[in-house]
C-alpha cells in the first residue's frame, strides 16, 4: 500500500496539500519517533538502534548521536532547546546542544524518591513547566530500553514547574502515551495506548485503552478526563494540536485529523505503523512524520498550537 489520503470531510482538502501524496524523506531505520524541528533540521529518534537522526532539507539524513540512550519523544522549550524522554536513562533531559550526549541538564529522574518508568512523550507549557507520560515501554524489553521492575505503583503523567518541583497530575491511566495542549493551554489531551504492550509484544488487545482523554487545566490540576476520541485501526502513539485546535494523531493506519469534537476528517494514509508528527519547515506548515521505518512530509497550511501562543503574546 502506498501513502495518500483519505478524505471524510471537505475542510480537509483545505488543511493539506491533497494534489501531492505524502513524500517519504527518510528510511531504512528501525522504529522512528520523537520529531522535532529546530532551526533548519528535523532531528528524530531511532529507538531500538539507540541513536537520533537529523535531516536537512536538500542534504538529507546523517547521524546526530550515537547513543540517544533510547531517547523516545522530543520537543521544544521556549527558548528552542531540545526536551527529550529518555527510556533508557529513564529521565527527561534538556539538550544544551542537541549533538552532544553530555550537553544536558536533568528536568526530571525520580518520584518521591523512585525512578521513573521511561518517560515517553513531553510537551513544554508556556509557563516553562515541562509535562510528560512515563508509561513502562521502556522498562518492558531490552529493545526499547533496559529490562527493570517499576518503582512506582502506576504509570502517571507528571508535571515539572521550572523550580523542579515534580507533581503527579494524572495517576488513573494504563500507558498514558502522546500528550498536547490546546491552543490556549485551557485543555491538555493525553493518549492512552494500553492496548499494545511494546516492540517485543506484538498485537493489540482492543478491549484495553486505545484512545485519547482531555482535561480541563487549571494552574497543574487536571479534570474532567473524559474520552475525547477512540482511535482504530491501533492506538493513539504520539500527536500535535495544530493553531486552530485540530488534532493530528498517529494511528496504526497514518496520521489521522480530528476536529475539535473528535470526529475524523480525514487521513493520511501510511503504509505501517505511525507513531508521531510534528510540524517545522521554513514556514512552519510542514507536517513531519514517523512511522516505523520511515519518515514523511507533508505540505500544509497548518501551524503547532504553540505557534498562537507566541504570536499573542
Not at 533496559?146 to 515534580?166: I, K, N, Q, R, T
Not at 505503523?273 to 519547515?281: H, K
Request: proline residues 5%; hydrophobic residues 35%; aromatic residues 10%.
Amino acid at each position: 500500500m502506498g501513502a495518500y489520503f483519505e478524505t471524510f470531510d471537505r475542510s480537509f482538502a483545505d488543511m493539506v496539500d491533497t494534489s501531492h501524496p505524502p513524500e517519504l524523506i527518510a528510511h531504512g531505520y528501525t522504529w522512528t519517533e520523537g520529531p522535532v524541528w529546530i532551526d533548519d533540521t528535523l532531528y528524530f529518534n531511532d529507538i531500538p538502534a539507540k541513536r537520533m537522526m537529523k535531516w536537512q532539507d536538500g542534504q538529507g539524513t546523517s547521524i546526530a548521536l550515537q547513543n540517544s540512550e533510547f531517547a523516545n519523544g522530543n520537543t521544544r522549550d521556549a527558548q528552542g532547546r531540545m526536551i527529550s524522554c529518555e527510556h533508557g536513562g529513564r529521565r527527561v533531559i534538556r539538550r544544551l546542544d542537541p549533538e552532544d550526549a553530555q550537553a544536558v541538564e536533568v528536568i526530571a529522574d525520580r518520584y518521591q524518591g523512585k525512578r521513573l518508568n521511561s518517560p515517553n512523550d513531553v510537551v513544554v507549557k508556556s509557563d516553562g513547566s515541562v509535562w510528560f507520560t512515563d508509561p513502562p515501554y521502556g522498562i518492558n524489553s531490552d529493545v526499547e530500553g533496559y529490562p527493570a521492575e517499576s518503582e512506582l505503583d502506576g504509570c502517571y503523567v507528571f508535571c515539572a514547574a521550572p523550580d523542579g518541583a515534580l507533581t503527579a497530575v494524572v495517576t488513573d491511566f494504563d500507558k498514558p502515551n502522546g500528550l498536547a495542549f490546546s491552543p490556549d493551554e485551557s485543555k491538555l489531551y493525553i493518549a492512552d495506548s494500553g492496548a499494545i504492550r511494546g516492540a517485543s509484544f506484538p498485537g493489540i488487545d482492543h478491549s484495553l485503552p486505545h484512545h485519547i482523554r482531555v482535561f480541563e487545566v487549571d494552574g497543574t490540576t487536571l479534570s474532567g478526563g473524559q474520552v475525547f476520541a477512540e482511535i482504530t485501526p491501533g492506538v493513539p502513539d504520539g500527536f500535535c494540536v495544530d493553531h486552530e485546535g485540530f488534532i493530528w494523531t498517529s494511528a496504526l493506519d497514518g496520521i489521522h485529523c480530528l476536529d475539535q469534537v473528535g470526529a475524523c476528517l480525514g487521513k493520511i494514509r501510511l503504509p505501517s505503523q505511525t507513531s508521531n508528527i510534528c510540524f517545522g519547515g521554513d514556514t512552519g506548515t510542514e507536517m513531519f512524520i514517523t512511522s516505523s521505518d520511515s519518515v514523511w512530509r507533508v505540505r500544509s497550511n497548518r501551524r503547532d498550537a504553540a505557534h498562537r501562543r507566541k504570536t499573542q503574546t
